[in-house]
């Protein structure tokens, strides 16, 4: 893993799913010994996407965090929640009439008539300057880059005048200060955004621009960003899915006058890619760009029954999708790779995926590659994790309970049962922290109906194909998760774990290794809660017997 201080940035919709990924490859332990300062950028406070991964940063924290420890924890290695994840947010303020459009905000009404006249032949009149920006900048990447930045410019003078400072400015500040701090020795920050739809595509090209002008006015000209030692690298990911097309009624109100038509979402992405392409600045502040798309039929998003298309707010909950997965690897390559960082321009990467039979086929190395068996590596993180979901879920019956008996706690239970007595201290509010996080990432169950949680929802994006796991670990009906084998969820029989014997299950076997081995100094791990999660990587990782 790099010596760099690390720094993640999601941005609209779509950079807040492709954090949500990150975030779960946080907790399977792909970021190892890393303080990582996440940031998320946004137009819309209440975006529903937003708001469902900020939540999930704030449960991965208080999992970190112990009564006798910094807020957040601290990091660690070879184990889960291994990376201490700190959460920083800031949103452009479009609230009031004053700031609700770009006329009101631009007060156009006092510009000279020269000025007008230029922003009415770049931005229709009446339509892209009248819209409400609450919502973000509807596929108006023209009107969004500017606005963007000079949101986060006013923020940092806002800042150094000591004049309307915002929670959320002070908040930028703070992030800011991180990287400026970090930026004298060595900064690498990741930008997660799509680039054929409103707030992302207009954040990604001028952010690393912003941020050295920011540093810049706040520190009165002192300070700056060098781009050799603060090293940037995105996403470049295109279009992947469709929703409903607004109607006229719906386009004919003024707050709604402009909506992004997912149908021209194809041709932004074509535009786009040759603007990042040729655009200087971007070749400049950028180092490495990673160029994801969906070769297929784009998926649908959103609710038929809704009347209206959703343009942002609570409402805007998007299911997961693998291409987000991918973006959340593209930065665990940005962040592991020692070399390609002194270039001129900024180098795109992209990589083959085998479709085959008009159905993808992904392995591990797919996600991660194969240098320093990082597919592996990336193999038994992932497939421990996933099996302990299961176990807390399924097995321990915290996915059709919230009672403080069940997941977790159950597990303990059983663990002193078999004279396993070390953590028997965890709190009732610890194991149902931690029930509510794998709930996040696998599934839960109210009566008879299943919830798909990250993993699933991922999954089935490349249904029927093949997914790393045989397809029975992904199965949604009740009868058959209480009889899974949470032992067997790999396609590849020798890395099922060991019966132990004909009398014995898997399970049983598990439990066993369990009490053989134990949390070891090298994992940095601290607390009770901490070894508690360190003991039981070990001892799936034992049982895989991947690595």
Not at 109 to 135: G, I, W
Not at 482 to 509: C, E, Q, T
């Amino acid at each position: 893993m790099s010596q760099d201080k690390l720094f993640v940035i999601g941005i609209g919709g779509t950079g807040m799913r492709c954090l949500e990924a990150f975030t779960h490859l946080c907790a399977i332990g792909m970021f190892d010994n890393q303080e990582i300062e996440v940031l998320t950028l946004d137009t819309d406070q209440l975006n529903g996407n937003k708001t469902k991964t900020e939540n999930l940063i704030e449960l991965y924290s208080r999992i970190k965090t112990s009564d006798s420890g910094p807020k957040g924890g601290t990091p660690n290695a070879n184990t889960f929640f291994s990376a201490k994840l700190n959460l920083h947010k800031f949103w452009t303020d479009y609230s009031g009439s004053a700031r609700a459009n770009y006329r009101s905000i631009s007060k156009l009404a006092e510009c000279n008539p020269e000025n007008k006249l230029v922003s009415d032949l770049f931005l229709d009149e009446n339509s892209v300057q009248e819209f409400n920006l609450a919502h973000g900048y509807r596929a108006q990447t023209h009107l969004g880059s500017h606005l963007m930045y000079h949101a986060i410019i006013e923020s940092a003078r806002n800042l150094a005048s000591g004049s309307n400072i915002a929670a959320q400015d002070q908040e930028l500040e703070i992030f800011m200060n991180k990287l400026n701090e970090a930026g004298k020795l060595g900064a690498r920050v990741f930008v997660f955004g799509s680039i054929f739809g409103g707030t992302g595509a207009s954040s990604i090209p001028v952010i690393p621009k912003a941020f050295q002008d920011f540093i810049q006015i706040r520190s009165g000209g002192k300070s700056t960003l060098d781009f050799s030692k603060t090293k940037f690298g995105s996403t470049l990911l295109t279009e992947y899915f469709t929703f409903k097309k607004p109607d006229a009624k719906q386009m004919s109100t003024k707050d709604d006058s402009v909506i992004a038509d997912s149908s021209f979402f194809p041709l932004n992405s074509q535009a786009a890619l040759q603007f990042y392409q040729n655009d200087p600045t971007v070749q400049r502040t950028y180092k490495t760009m990673y160029h994801i798309g969906w070769p297929v039929e784009s998926k649908k998003m959103g609710d038929e029954k809704e009347s209206n298309t959703i343009t942002g707010g609570e409402k805007q909950k998007n299911p997961c999708h693998i291409t987000e997965m991918l973006c959340a690897c593209a930065a665990y390559d940005f962040f592991t790779k020692s070399s390609g960082f002194d270039v001129e321009k900024a180098e795109y990467l992209y990589k083959a995926i085998e479709f085959k039979d008009n159905t993808f086929n992904l392995s591990f190395n797919d996600f991660v590659g194969s240098e320093n068996k990082a597919g592996e590596v990336f193999a038994n993180r992932l497939g421990a994790f996933f099996s302990l979901a299961h176990i807390v879920l399924t097995k321990n019956g915290a996915a059709y309970s919230s009672n403080d008996k069940a997941g977790m706690r159950a597990f303990i239970t059983q663990l002193e049962q078999a004279k396993l007595q070390l953590y028997s201290s965890l709190s009732n509010d610890e194991c149902t922290e931690l029930n509510d996080y794998f709930k996040q990432f696998a599934y839960s169950v109210d009566g008879e109906k299943f919830y798909p949680g990250w993993i699933y929802q991922v999954r089935s994006t490349v249904a029927p194909g093949t997914f790393m796991f045989d397809s029975k670990a992904f199965t949604s009906n009740t009868k058959e998760l209480k009889d899974l084998d949470v032992g067997a969820l790999f396609s590849d029989d020798k890395n099922h774990w060991p019966k132990g014997g004909i009398l014995s299950n898997r399970y049983d076997s598990f439990v066993k290794t369990l009490i053989e081995v134990s949390p070891e100094d090298s994992q940095k791990v601290n607390n009770t809660k901490e070894k508690f999660m360190a003991h039981i990587y070990n001892a799936i990782t034992k049982s895989q017997n991947i690595i």
